[in-house]
């Protein structure tokens, strides 16, 4: 897979993706990635990517010539040429006002050959490049960043981790938080614990414990140690449904709860109002 980067910054990027998991997707040829200065296709002495937006308004907006010019200059066609031709390939924008990047929309990239990332800047991008380049729009929470460089990282991470051969252990990208069917049948060795009985997936993770077992008095609890697979899977599965319901209760509105995970979660429920 090849990533391209659209930036005003391009050295933000010498750091972030020089390590672990995309550092050795990059040195195995699992994917490559390309920075693109975007002030590189400027024509004028100060190199301005930037303007007043019509109609008024406070900042600075990103010039649509200097982006068009950058995708064609890469040989990345027009979105509707694209749609035509079903190219596996797509280019984002990084904008606050785009839809909510997921683990179920990294799965979706995952599945391409080629993402271009364009990072906004300033107070917006040109509406041109929305309608006629991206063929989305992506923002990575609700909150704004002073840029779309530091998105386009956490896509890239997101979606390498997704990827064959990303993973020492490819069955990890499917025990992991917000990863949906992770509960659908899987080989599992005799010497695998298994990651959970809960029967939904885009869940929280459960709880991780590791040596010692007795750390300062702070034990690790009894359930782990006694290498009961049926005991530690349920216990597993409750403490993911206890997590999601804590932390996080707007995922179990969209889970795919079992009947047993549905009267697992009353029982959590009735322990916390009689508390």
């Given at each position: 897979m090849k990533f391209e980067i659209i930036t005003i910054f391009p050295d933000f990027f010498r750091g972030p993706l020089d390590y672990g998991i995309v550092r050795r997707a990059r040195a195995t040829g699992l994917i490559e990635i390309a920075?693109?200065?975007?002030?590189?296709?400027?024509?004028?002495?100060?190199?301005?990517?930037?303007?007043?937006?019509?109609?008024?308004?406070?900042?600075?907006?990103?010039?649509?010539?200097?982006?068009?010019?950058?995708?064609?200059?890469?040989?990345?066609?027009?979105?509707?040429?694209?749609?035509?031709?079903?190219?596996?390939?797509?280019v984002v924008l990084l904008s606050p006002q785009g839809q909510m990047f997921m683990q179920s929309v990294a799965r979706e990239l995952a599945q391409l050959e080629h993402i271009v990332l364009i990072c906004g800047r300033y107070e917006g991008v040109d509406e041109r490049v929305s309608e006629h380049l991206a063929d989305r729009d992506i923002s990575v929470g609700d909150f704004v960043?002073?840029?779309?460089?530091?998105?386009?990282?956490?896509?890239?991470?997101?979606?390498?981790?997704?990827?064959?051969?990303?993973?020492?252990?490819?069955?990890?990208?499917?025990?992991?938080s917000f990863t949906a069917h992770a509960s659908e049948k899987m080989t599992q060795h005799d010497n695998e614990l298994p990651s959970s009985t809960c029967a939904s997936g885009g869940l929280l993770d459960y709880p991780h414990y590791t040596r010692p077992a007795d750390f300062r008095g702070m034990t690790v609890p009894e359930v782990l140690l006694n290498w009961h697979h049926?005991?530690?899977?349920?216990w597993r599965g409750r403490k993911a449904l206890d997590n999601t319901l804590a932390n996080?209760?707007?995922?179990?509105?969209?889970?795919?709860?079992?009947?047993?995970?549905?009267?697992?979660?009353?029982?959590?429920?009735?322990e916390r109002v009689n508390r």
């Open positions: 920075i693109h200065d975007l002030r590189a296709f400027t024509h004028d002495r100060h190199r301005t990517v930037d303007d007043r937006p019509f109609g008024g308004g406070e900042g600075m907006v990103l010039k649509p010539e200097p982006i068009f010019e950058c995708l064609e200059a890469m040989r990345v066609m027009l979105r509707e040429e694209r749609l035509r031709k079903d190219a596996r390939e797509t960043l002073s840029g779309g460089e530091l998105g386009a990282t956490i896509i890239v991470d997101t979606v390498t981790r997704l990827l064959p051969g990303a993973l020492g252990n490819a069955a990890s990208a499917q025990r992991e049926d005991d530690i899977g349920r996080r209760p707007d995922l179990l509105r969209g889970a795919e709860l079992s009947r047993e995970d549905r009267k697992i979660l009353e029982e959590i429920e009735s």
